[in-house]
């Protein structure tokens, strides 16, 4: 590990950082401030939640009440909102760590140091990680206090382990970026590939429960094994979960074969 371009890359990377931490941060606080007047008018938000279509609840991961803790963190918070934010970091990030410098003209000028392309992409790497860690643990410390705070009546260790679960979903789209990157050296289709790919097999996972053709295809989804709803109820799905983070390492030694190989533009 090259600790002055890890170092560097987590700086250059701070404000995505911030922006996007401050932006979950503040949804999820808002939230949670909200949570004890949905309780306390239970029954009405159980009609309203009837009144629902099943593809609707299906999309945002609507699975119980609204006026229970765990529903209400599954409808509001883990259904669409953490991930997206997370994925937001990682393919944010990842896009802009080779192909950004790159298109900026800064990358021959990194490269000329003596340290190998292979060192350059895994430092990057690394520094995305960190950012997406970082956002994750005052994520997680948001949640913990507001469990207290508004009685959501939710377990800690259920809750960390799906803020954990939403973070790991998230690593294979940022190796994608990073491998899409290195492969072409254009930042934007770095961006539009796994952003392309998150909303398709989102969708597929969450549509899956409504459609008996789509329900075999959900394997193909990350967000299946990484079972962040489950993860909230006790039942985390701890072969999907190490599945992904394999997956999220064969993406980046694949961006790493990638960038040793091509011809890097002037």
């Known amino acids: 590990m090259t600790t002055e371009l890890v170092t560097k890359s987590v700086r ?20 949670l401030a ?11 938000f159980e009609k309203l939640l009837e009144s629902y279509p099943e593809s609707f609840k299906a999309l945002f991961n609507v699975r119980q009440s609204l006026a229970s803790g765990v529903g209400y963190l599954q409808g509001e918070v883990f259904g669409f909102l953490a991930p997206l934010v997370l994925l937001g970091i990682a393919i944010g ?17 990194l490269l000329a140091n003596p340290v190998s392309r292979t060192r350059v992409l895994l430092d990057k790497a690394l520094a995305v990680l960190a950012s997406v860690a970082v956002v994750t643990v005052v994520f997680a410390l948001v949640l913990l206090v507001g469990n ?13 382990m799906a803020v954990v679960a939403s973070a790991v979903v998230a690593l294979p789209f940022g190796a ?6 290195a492969l072409t050296g254009r930042p934007g289709l770095a961006v539009a590939v796994p952003v392309g790919l998150g909303l398709l097999t ?10 008996d053709g789509l329900r075999p295809w959900r394997v193909l989804s990350p967000f299946h094994h990484a079972a962040v709803n489950d993860a909230l ?15 999220t390492a064969a ?12 011809e890097v533009r002037a």
């Open 12 to 31: 250059d990377n701070r404000g995505s950082t911030l922006g996007w931490g401050i932006a979950l941060v503040a949804s999820v606080a808002l939230q």
């Open 34 to 44: 909200v949570f004890p007047a949905v309780r306390d008018a239970a029954g009405e």
């Open 93 to 109: 990030q990842a896009s802009r760590a080779t192909a950004g410098e790159e298109k900026a003209h800064t990358l021959d000028l």
């Open 148 to 160: 207290g705070v508004v009685g959501l009546g939710v377990p800690w260790p259920d809750m960390v």
């Open 176 to 181: 994608l970026a990073l491998l899409t990157g």
């Open 202 to 211: 989102y969708l597929l996972d969450a549509l899956s429960s409504l459609s």
């Open 233 to 247: 109820t006790g039942s985390p799905n701890w072969l999907g979960l190490v599945g992904l983070v394999v997956l």
């Open 251 to 262: 993406g980046v030694a694949g961006a790493a074969v990638a960038f040793e190989r091509r």
